[in-house]
């Protein structure tokens, strides 16, 4: 069974900062999603990449499949950037494949 | 924009009513997910459903069923409600096309359940 772990469980950061937040796993997959989840409950998704890095704005995210890690970064940060982030891992690659959930870091981002 | 709806945000049960919830998406994807929320567990997969009347466990079905009569509905019935079922439930889909792991899942806003 993939396990799915990430650090640090919180992070509290000044507006400003550069944030990294990490997440491994266990056994080989076919691809790794970052989530964001807000107070109130609603999940948004920022990534899903299966190698290299991607970005989109003052976000980046990074995968090594070979280390089985991937590191989300946030920079200039700001405290709307607070929320839960959630790494998710898809193992498979049929229409069945799913996903499995970090437990999430929470970010609280002050001004 | 894909929208996923889910029926109630704050849902108040007693242990041994019967529970639905309901998840309706509007762009004809094809797979459908129930998941719940805890603290220190993160996301766990209850059930999915990869096409109409098709369903599969996920890592906790004991004490859920589901039920996919229509293609943007998918329902999640808990048939003796226990404490043990607080928590908040979220429905998610995903185009189920070939390659479907390359597509990524849309959330709904979730559904915090208490039973009491």
């Known amino acids: 069974k993939n396990e799915v772990e990430q650090s640090p469980q919180n992070l509290t950061a000044q507006e400003g900062e550069f944030i990294t937040i990490n997440c491994s796993y266990s056994?080989?997959?076919?691809?790794l999603h970052w989530l964001q989840q807000h107070p109130g409950g609603g999940i948004v998704s920022l990534f899903m990449?299966?190698?290299g890095k991607k970005k989109h704005g003052r976000l980046i995210a990074t995968i090594n499949i070979q280390e089985k890690h991937s590191s989300l970064h946030i920079t200039a940060s700001h405290p709307r950037d607070s929320a839960v982030y959630i790494c998710?891992?898809?193992?498979?690659?049929?229409?069945?494949?799913?996903?499995?959930f970090g437990e999430g870091t929470q970010l609280t981002v002050n001004p | 924009d894909v929208k996923v709806t889910q029926s109630s945000r704050y849902l108040v049960k007693r242990t041994g009513e019967k529970v639905f919830l309901e998840c309706v998406q509007d762009?004809?994807?094809?797979?459908m997910f129930w998941y719940r929320q805890d603290p220190g567990l993160g996301l766990r997969l209850i059930y999915f459903?990869?096409?109409?009347?098709?369903?599969e466990k996920g890592d906790i079905p004991e004490g859920y069923s589901v039920s996919r009569e229509k293609k943007e509905r998918f329902s999640l019935i808990l048939e003796s409600a226990s404490t043990n079922q607080t928590s908040m439930y979220l429905c998610?889909?995903?185009?189920?096309?070939?390659?479907?792991?390359?597509?990524?899942?849309?959330f709904g806003p979730g559904t915090r359940l208490t039973v009491l």
């Open positions: 998610a889909s995903r185009l189920g096309l070939d390659g479907s792991f390359y597509n990524e899942q849309f």
């Open positions: 056994v080989g997959i076919s691809a």
């Open positions: 990449l299966s190698s």
């Open positions: 998710a891992v898809i193992w498979g690659e049929t229409s069945g494949s799913r996903l499995t």
């Open positions: 762009m004809d994807h094809e797979n």
């Open positions: 459903s990869y096409d109409v009347k098709m369903k």
